[in-house]
């Protein structure tokens, strides 16, 4: 595959999954034919509460029939009959994201390349590169995909916002607010609850050490 040009973001170009494939530095996500770059990668706190997740997550749904993934893993969101001449070609797709974290229970839309189509449960962990979309944009492209449950998980303030939609919603029609003290519960799943005391336990990052781990590198 030819390596292209990264896109100008905010450049009134339109892009597809066929370009986004393409460009060979760094990550990126498309939301109706526009490019957001994801730099700078996500943060202490954020991999913290990342891997929490993971390690509550991970042991609910060993042998069960949904899977559990992790960024970086590509979630495609067609929109209409995207393959009218049959013979399944993603590249016109004009809306991909990496959610941080993706529960998926149909199989028939797992790829190779990622999903193709609405996980079950999907969890955003708010970074301050990245918040305005995951509340505004990604929001929007969630509902309208068909997710389930969309999970907020803030780490600067310790809440979680749980967007659900009922059975046959073509929108999220609840919203919740977990404090840290919250047991985070599922419609989708009602069995599992996870203690986000633990989620929100990320270790204090050290200035001091910074600075002097920088100094012993350069002397």
Request: hydrophobic fraction near 40%.
């Amino acid at each position: 595959m030819v390596k292209a040009e990264v896109p100008a973001v905010n450049g009134g170009e339109s892009y597809t999954y066929g370009d986004y494939k393409t460009w060979g530095d760094g990550r990126w996500e498309l939301i109706d034919g526009s490019a957001f770059d994801m730099s700078p990668s996500p943060g202490a706190a954020h991999q913290s509460v990342h891997s929490n997740l993971m390690a509550a997550l991970l042991p609910y749904f060993i042998g069960a029939p949904c899977r559990v993934f992790s960024a970086p893993f590509d979630v495609l969101f067609p929109v209409g009959d995207l393959f009218p001449l049959g013979g399944e070609n993603p590249d016109d797709i004009a809306t991909v994201l990496e959610p941080d974290i993706m529960i998926l229970c149909d199989m028939s839309k797992l790829r190779p390349y990622g999903i193709l189509g609405a996980p079950d449960v999907v969890f955003e962990i708010l970074s301050p590169s990245t918040s305005a979309r995951d509340l505004n944009d990604k929001l929007l492209v969630y509902e309208r995909g068909g997710v389930k449950e969309y999970i907020v998980v803030d780490p600067d303030n310790r809440i979680v916002t749980a967007y659900r939609r009922g059975d046959g919603s073509p929108s999220f029609n609840t919203r919740a607010v977990y404090r840290e003290s919250d047991m985070l519960d599922f419609r989708t799943f009602p069995a599992l609850n996870i203690r986000l005391a633990n989620v929100f336990d990320v270790p204090v990052f050290s200035q001091t050490l910074q600075r002097r781990t920088k100094w012993t590198s350069t002397n």
